[in-house]
């Protein structure tokens, strides 16, 4: 007991590290919209004049901010104008959005920009990178306007040493008045994150040096008869020397004290004595991380899995008490000085961050519930890859503590625990999805919906009450879903449910949408069903039987076979007007895709 009275006095009198991050107030994140073509309308001389001053602006901004420093006046008044000319429009049109092509911009089909294919034409560059559409929002400040330019600018030249594109860094930003959307479809195959490959490489024991080197005699340097030049350093010994000292100036003390102790706990047989030294060892660790030193950290960790598996068969007594240090090092306690940590790490360094997810990874699988919540805090998108896929291979090993942030009452972390969730491959995740289908909150059905598209598990049968989704968005996402293939199941749904249908003015587009859909996934068993509906004239009166003629002759020109385009042929010589409008607005519906 002596022994360990004196390392609490000594470790007592190393002095503690207070936490001092800066978090980030981030708003709501930004929503991936399906695109789709905005319904036209009649745009005036002076609103579209509005708009070409904003692109005039925005494209001013873009270049100055690249000649110039970020605080240098030209740019920062380069900003100010292109913000001043989008409240000017924000007054008096609303939202302004923007849709992206090859090499131009348009504005309700009407060409604000248009440029050479290269990375200085930001409607290549937009469209390089899977843009769509953009929207700028009323209410968006010049901090967001500025980011956004520095995202455009980082991105001008895609190097084969840089990460991401736009899309992800504007995923990553958080923007909360600006809107965009991509043409990667929710079904489309992902670039799947294989936790598996993160396993934790067991390192060597490194237990004390027993080998003594043998040395030979040294004469004395006091002795008047030996020559001066035995001990006259060469340049060669003067730089070793150096070397040597500068070693022991910043010699690791943390690593040398985590030896002592674990000597010490090995030492111990009372209970008393062994959880003292084991809380020597968590307050040690606690300080470590703080420091950054990751790679001390791993090693004592791993020593400290070493002696669990020894004592196994040797001292069954310890194990509880094991057990519970790694409980305890998994805990905020202990990881929230990952925080002073982040300050010091060079975001860049990628030695740094890679010993950093080898030590949480050594951790139990019950630090998701602390590491989690630190995703909403982390100060950069290196640090918060990395925190999501260790979290991501702690769940392969135990998905409880990962399904019960479901429950979190932060829905931007409950959406990062279903992004997380939709890359793992053990079936019972399906069921907590499913649930979260249901969620009040339309990010998180949002977020779901992508995440069970993702896994390709869950039956279209259990997702198809999502085509009455409250959300626009959702509902046009799960029919591009459903569409992207041929489908007998999907097919036979989606005549049920169209078979039921009584519609009015508001769902007319929603109920076009899904016409076409069944169009996209259906196949010659649809044809009687659509013929119906686009040529027998007593089946439904009034407005729904424009409507539902229309989406027929949608669904037959999106099928795309014979029999299709013979009943399309009969109704565009119809001698029933109505039958004639409703395969002409198809028709032209079909064209404007």
């Given at each position: 007991?002596?022994?360990?009275d004196?390392?609490?006095?000594?470790?007592?009198?190393?002095?503690?590290?207070?936490?001092c991050?800066?978090?980030?107030h981030?708003?709501?994140?930004?929503?991936?919209?399906?695109?789709?073509?905005?319904?036209?309308?009649?745009?005036?001389?002076?609103?579209?004049?509005q708009?070409?001053?904003?692109?005039?602006?925005?494209?001013?901004?873009?270049?100055?901010?690249?000649?110039?420093?970020?605080?240098?006046a030209?740019?920062?008044?380069?900003?100010?104008?292109?913000?001043?000319?989008?409240?000017?429009?924000?007054?008096?049109?609303?939202?302004?959005?923007?849709?992206?092509?090859?090499?131009?911009?348009?504005?309700?089909?009407?060409?604000?920009?248009?440029?050479?294919?290269?990375?200085?034409?930001?409607?290549?560059?937009?469209?390089?990178?899977?843009?769509?559409?953009?929207?700028?929002?009323?209410?968006?400040?010049?901090k967001?306007?500025?980011?956004?330019?520095?995202i455009?600018?980082?991105?001008?030249?895609?190097?084969?040493?840089?990460?991401?594109?736009?899309?992800?860094?504007?995923?990553?930003?958080?923007?909360?008045?600006?809107?965009?959307?991509?043409?990667?479809?929710?079904?489309?195959?992902?670039?799947?994150?294989?936790?598996?490959?993160?396993?934790?490489?067991?390192?060597?024991?490194?237990?004390?040096?027993?080998?003594?080197?043998?040395?030979?005699d040294?004469?004395?340097?006091?002795?008047?008869?030996?020559?001066?030049?035995?001990?006259?350093?060469?340049?060669?010994?003067?730089?070793?020397?150096?070397?040597?000292?500068?070693?022991?100036?910043?010699?690791?003390?943390?690593?040398?004290?985590?030896?002592?102790?674990?000597?010490?706990?090995?030492?111990?047989?009372?209970?008393?004595?062994?959880a003292?030294?084991?809380?020597?060892?968590?307050?040690?660790?606690?300080?470590?991380?703080?420091?950054?030193?990751?790679?001390?950290?791993?090693k004592?960790?791993?020593?400290?899995?070493?002696i669990?598996?020894?004592?196994?068969?040797?001292?069954?007594?310890?194990?509880?008490?094991?057990?519970?240090?790694?409980?305890?090092?998994s805990?905020?306690?202990?990881?929230?000085?990952?925080?002073?940590a982040?300050?010091?790490?060079?975001e860049?360094?990628?030695?740094?961050?890679?010993?950093?997810?080898?030590?949480?990874?050594?951790?139990?699988?019950?630090?998701?519930?602390?590491?989690?919540?630190?995703?909403?805090?982390?100060?950069?998108?290196?640090?918060?890859k990395?925190?999501?896929?260790?979290i991501?291979?702690?769940?392969?090993?135990?998905?409880?503590?990962?399904?019960?942030?479901?429950?979190?009452?932060?829905?931007?972390?409950?959406?990062?625990?279903?992004?997380?969730?939709?890359?793992m491959?053990?079936?019972?995740?399906?069921?907590s999805?499913?649930?979260?289908?249901?969620?009040p909150?339309?990010?998180?059905?949002?977020?779901?919906?992508?995440?069970?598209?993702?896994?390709?598990?869950?039956?279209?049968r259990?997702?198809?009450?999502?085509?009455?989704?409250?959300?626009?968005?959702?509902?046009?996402?799960?029919?591009?879903?459903?569409?992207?293939?041929?489908?007998?199941?999907?097919?036979?749904?989606?005549v049920?449910?169209?078979?039921?249908q009584?519609?009015?003015?508001?769902?007319?587009?929603?109920?076009l949408?899904?016409?076409?859909?069944?169009?996209?996934?259906?196949?010659?068993?649809?044809?009687?069903?659509?013929?119906?509906?686009?040529?027998?004239?007593?089946?439904?009166?009034?407005?729904?039987?424009?409507?539902?003629?229309?989406?027929?002759?949608?669904?037959?020109?999106?099928?795309?076979?014979?029999?299709?385009?013979?009943?399309?042929?009969?109704?565009?010589k119809s001698?029933?007007?109505?039958?004639?409008?409703?395969?002409?607005?198809?028709?032209?519906?079909?064209?404007?895709?």
């Amino acid at each position: 007991m002596i022994a360990i009275d004196l390392l609490r006095l000594a470790l007592n009198a190393e002095p503690k590290n207070q936490a001092c991050l800066k978090k980030n107030h981030s708003g709501n994140k930004v929503r991936i919209y399906m695109t789709e073509k905005s319904i036209t309308r009649q745009v005036g001389d002076d609103e579209l004049q509005q708009v070409k001053d904003v692109a005039i602006k925005f494209f001013l901004a873009i270049k100055n901010y690249s000649l110039y420093p970020e605080h240098h006046a030209i740019s920062k008044g380069s900003i100010a104008d292109f913000k001043t000319h989008l409240d000017r429009f924000f007054k008096n049109y609303g939202n302004l959005r923007i849709d992206v092509e090859r090499e131009r911009l348009l504005y309700r089909g009407d060409v604000i920009h248009q440029g050479p294919p290269d990375p200085e034409n930001s409607a290549f560059l937009f469209y390089r990178d899977g843009i769509q559409w953009l929207e700028f929002q009323e209410g968006l400040g010049r901090k967001e306007i500025l980011d956004f330019i520095k995202i455009i600018d980082r991105y001008k030249a895609q190097k084969e040493e840089a990460e991401g594109d736009i899309v992800t860094a504007l995923w990553e930003a958080e923007f909360s008045s600006l809107n965009y959307g991509t043409n990667e479809l929710l079904w489309e195959e992902d670039v799947l994150i294989d936790f598996s490959r993160l396993k934790v490489m067991e390192e060597e024991h490194l237990g004390l040096d027993k080998h003594i080197e043998n040395q030979a005699d040294v004469p004395s340097i006091a002795d008047p008869g030996l020559d001066k030049s035995v001990w006259k350093l060469t340049a060669e010994e003067i730089k070793e020397t150096l070397n040597f000292v500068h070693e022991e100036e910043h010699r690791n003390f943390d690593a040398d004290l985590f030896d002592v102790l674990l000597v010490f706990m090995k030492m111990q047989e009372e209970k008393e004595d062994f959880a003292v030294v084991l809380d020597f060892i968590r307050e040690s660790l606690q300080n470590t991380i703080a420091k950054g030193d990751f790679q001390s950290a791993s090693k004592l960790l791993n020593s400290m899995r070493e002696i669990y598996r020894s004592y196994k068969t040797e001292r069954f007594w310890a194990l509880p008490l094991l057990e519970d240090f790694f409980v305890m090092i998994s805990s905020p306690q202990v990881l929230s000085t990952l925080s002073e940590a982040w300050l010091k790490i060079e975001e860049k360094d990628p030695d740094i961050i890679k010993e950093m997810r080898q030590m949480l990874l050594l951790l139990s699988p019950q630090a998701i519930l602390t590491l989690g919540p630190m995703l909403l805090e982390v100060p950069s998108s290196t640090i918060h890859k990395s925190l999501m896929e260790v979290i991501g291979s702690l769940a392969t090993r135990d998905l409880r503590p990962l399904i019960r942030l479901l429950d979190h009452p932060k829905k931007n972390l409950v959406q990062k625990a279903i992004y997380i969730l939709g890359f793992m491959k053990d079936e019972s995740v399906d069921r907590s999805l499913l649930k979260m289908v249901h969620d009040p909150s339309e990010q998180i059905r949002e977020e779901t919906l992508k995440a069970l598209v993702r896994r390709k598990s869950a039956g279209i049968r259990e997702l198809f009450p999502l085509i009455e989704d409250s959300s626009d968005n959702i509902r046009r996402c799960f029919l591009e879903y459903l569409g992207h293939k041929r489908s007998e199941e999907a097919e036979n749904l989606l005549v049920d449910y169209l078979g039921k249908q009584r519609v009015n003015r508001k769902v007319f587009p929603q109920l076009l949408d899904t016409y076409r859909t069944l169009g996209r996934c259906g196949s010659r068993r649809s044809i009687p069903f659509l013929k119906d509906r686009l040529l027998n004239k007593a089946w439904i009166p009034g407005l729904g039987k424009s409507m539902h003629q229309q989406g027929a002759a949608l669904a037959l020109l999106e099928l795309e076979n014979k029999e299709a385009r013979e009943i399309l042929n009969l109704a565009s010589k119809s001698r029933f007007p109505g039958v004639r409008n409703a395969y002409q607005s198809a028709l032209e519906l079909k064209n404007e895709q």
